[in-house]
Nanobody, 126 residues
């Protein structure tokens, strides 16, 4: 059974930084692995923030490029999201997700993520 547990959320002032962590258990890393961070606010759909696949395939939402960095420590089974220069519009519930691409030539699309954590709240005040 795959379990994803997020931590590191909290409240911070605009311009500040937070580092989210996601501890994965029961998840098998393979060439087709995809992991990612998504966020959601009330009344809006959950949207991808950053995804990472094996082979260095990394993707960021335009709104976080240059400010957020996704990384993964396979040995520890942990996914990270370093968030710098935070803005009030970054306020959301952040979710960790994991899964697999359908083929090694596929991207880590939303459909690649069947496993989800419970989320961690990030609040950025102006």
């Amino acid at each position: 059974q795959v379990q994803l547990v997020e931590s590191g959320g909290g409240s911070v002032q605009a311009g500040g930084s937070l580092r989210l962590s996601c501890a994965a258990s029961g998840y098998t890393y393979s060439d087709g692995s995809c992991m990612g961070w998504f966020r959601q606010t009330a009344g809006k759909e959950r949207a991808a923030v950053a995804t990472i696949g094996n082979g260095g395939m990394i993707s960021y939402a335009d709104s976080v490029k240059g400010r957020f960095t996704i990384s993964r420590d396979n040995a520890k089974g942990t996914l990270y999201l370093q968030m710098n220069s935070l803005k009030p519009e970054d306020t959301a519930m952040y979710y960790c997700a994991a899964g697999y691409r359908p083929t090694l030539f596929s991207s880590c699309a939303r459909s690649s993520f069947p496993y989800w954590g419970q989320g961690t709240q990030v609040t950025v005040s102006s």
